[in-house]
Each structure stands twice: as C-alpha cells, then as structure tokens.
C-alpha cells in the first residue's frame, strides 16, 4: 500500500543544482520522518538526510550539510532534497525513505530511486 516514488534525477555539472522529489502515498504522510539515503556506483548505503514529520528538525551527512536541504510539503505528500554546489562523488541513485514512528527502529518502507550523475 505504501509507495514512494523518486523523481527528479538526472545528469548535472559539477557545481549545479538539482531538487529531487518523493511522492508519497498509502500512509499518513504527516505522521512519519523522512529519510533520503544514497548509493553511489559500486559503494555502499549512504545516509544522506532525515526530516522529522512537521518538518521542523532537520538533520544531515557531513558530506552534504551546507549544501543540500531537506524538506516536506505534507499538503501535497511530498518530499524533497534541494541539492546545491554539486560535486562528481555526489553521484549516486538517491532512495526516500518512509520511518517508522520510533526513530531507533529505522526505515520500513524505500522508493526505487532515482540516479543523479554529476560530470562534466
């Protein structure tokens, strides 16, 4: 019932901007923390940012603090992840993720991603 739906991604320079969205829907999406966490090629699970359910508390990676921003629209059950001064190692296939109500029992439910290249 619960899907998430990346979009956004896309090829951009290093340096550029991209904002990527989540489409949230099968659950209330006001009630739950928010995850975006990546995968670049041939690396492991990165998390990358969370925001908490009214979008008031942020938090980030410190590869991406300072130039990325999380945030929520919960009118439209939307997610997003402005990414700013984007750099090659940024590129990856980035994954939002729905979290369970208890922030130490993680993340119950992920989209499919979408990939994000940066180079020139």
């Known amino acids: 019932e619960v899907q998430l739906v990346e979009s956004g991604g896309g090829l951009v320079q290093p340096g550029g901007s991209l904002r990527l969205s989540c489409a949230a829907s099968?659950?209330?999406?006001?009630?739950?923390?928010m995850s975006w966490v990546r995968q670049a090629p041939g690396k492991g699970l990165e998390w990358v940012s969370d925001i908490s359910s009214g979008g008031v508390s942020t938090s980030y990676a410190d590869s991406v603090k300072g130039r990325f921003t999380i945030s929520r629209d919960n009118a439209k059950n939307t997610l997003y992840l402005q990414m700013n001064s984007l750099k090659p190692e940024d590129t990856a296939v980035y994954y939002c993720a729905k979290r369970r109500t208890n922030w130490y029992e993680g993340m119950d439910y992920w989209g499919k991603g979408t990939l994000v290249t940066v180079s020139s």
């Open positions: 099968g659950f209330t999406f006001s009630s739950y923390g």
